[in-house]
């Protein structure tokens, strides 16, 4: 099969594809994107962006700074409701339930903390960050949208999702060994990121244990991110690493950094290894 | 005042102070102790600890593998109630929403992963855990219940906690500045920790920011735990690190250990840092 027989991709971005429409009494109505999808479903950070425009509206004028979710079952593209349940309305920080449910089946189960992200918040301490190298983008490899044997990823054409070159042979199947990938996403077709699409970037990279020689992928079972800082316009940096794996689960945790060098998102997933 | 001015402590077993009775509906009711405190308040983990016997109760005979929790506001000591609903029951992995309220007043939302965490579960990659150097728990500086100005933090009568040489400086006010404290922690009168109990341990210990110089105690907003393996009997052991401090947030890890050097824990906190 040659990229000839594919559709010609149409770029939907984001902002909009993650776009949220309040219906009633808190809830809300979206569209998941067929062109933000992984073999055939959402990606799950992409689910949780527009989980987290909900969170952001209904606690207006505050940002998601934690979002924590559990996976239940992945919905299919096209409409999907969103419903929020204000916990608790602070002078600073807010604590919202947010539940995203397609044809009345509940898929995705969230919990988010929002507050106002100040520009200036600046580190006091940064002693536990990890250290990445630097590595310019526009020497990372970039990730095909369409594999050599055919199999379109449409996310894919949807950014420019980069590994460096000294990870890039897990894309022909060479793992170091050391469970980390490292590189670059952009948004095709957008200044950057705001806090809200940092939570697609925690989970947009291939999992980290394709980097090592005992489990490819594996599905999320559960989610944790923290956004940390406004990121500056422009591609963002990413680390993910495998931390355990055992027979039955597996975590990994990924950190972001903006163009500037400020780490601005971090988080963590836990999932469990198919069975036989 | 010296320590013969305080009342002697009484011995509530964390299995006995954690326990959760069934009332309907699937909710639970407990009692949150006033021997499992500090500054008169329960411990974070402790609370976690009773929502967690209440989401492997009705999800029997699963026991909790990830939660994520979100804390609204700090219960007093005495009668709490958990409210349970079962979000999904897979044959394999189940998912929880656990409220804790008291007084008709949410205290602390959570989401929990349920499932059963078999003992031969070895690890197939580790190359992400931390390494700890050995101290053996005879090394560590045991933290006082009673502080040098008469403060005694009665939960540090149930257990025995001990910081490790290298880090016990804190309790002097000397810190490293790495943001590190490793140790021990006990639990008196028991046999040891099992799964549930294992979401105490990963917020026992002290914050790791009194171990920088920039910041000592922040409330915990979110805290999520993933329980790896069942542990052995004895004591466990504790690493917390601080990531990110900054002017608004601090987040830092923790990872647990048991007595054979297996992982069974990892959690990671995000707390607000006090204003002004």
């Given amino acids: 099969m040659t990229d000839a027989s594919a559709p010609a991709p149409s770029q939907v971005r984001l902002s909009l594809a993650s776009a ?7 809830s809300f109505d979206a569209e998941a994107s067929a062109e933000w999808t992984i073999a055939g479903r959402p990606s799950g950070g992409y689910l949780l962006a527009i989980m987290g425009r909900a969170a952001a509206a209904i606690t207006e004028p505050a940002q998601v700074v934690a979002c924590s979710a559990h996976f239940l079952r992945s919905p299919s593209t096209g409409p999907v409701e969103v419903r929020t349940e204000v916990l608790r309305r602070g002078r600073s920080v807010s604590q919202v339930r947010v539940g995203m449910s397609q044809g009345g089946r509940a898929c995705v189960e969230a919990l988010m903390t929002t507050s106002i992200l100040s520009g200036d918040d600046v580190a006091r301490f940064d002693g536990g960050v990890p250290v990445l190298q630097p590595v310019p983008f526009q020497d990372g490899t970039r990730l095909a949208p369409m594999s050599p044997d055919g199999f379109r990823v449409p996310m894919l054409d949807q950014v420019d999702m980069r590994l ?17 990938l ?17 939570l697609y970037a925690v989970d ?7 980097d090592t020689s005992v489990l490819s992928w594996a599905p999320t079972v559960e989610l944790t991110a ?3 800082a ?9 680390l993910t690493r495998a931390r355990l794996v055992s027979a039955e689960w597996v975590d990994e945790t990924c950190d972001v950094w903006d163009v500037t ?3 601005v998102a971090q988080a963590s997933q836990l999932a469990k290894v198919p069975s036989g």
């Fill in 20 to 26: 949220v429409r309040p219906s009633a009494d808190g």
């Fill in 226 to 228: 923290y956004i940390r």
């Fill in 182 to 198: 490292s590189g670059w996403i952009e948004l095709l077709g957008e200044e950057g990121f705001d806090p809200v699409s940092l």
């Fill in 261 to 263: 060098g400020r780490l």
């Fill in 230 to 238: 406004v990121p500056a316009p422009g591609p963002v940096r990413i």
């Fill in 164 to 180: 460096d070159p000294e990870c890039s042979g897990v894309t022909q199947g060479k793992p170091t060994g050391r469970g980390r």
């Fill in 204 to 210: 947009a990279f291939p999992p980290a244990t394709i």
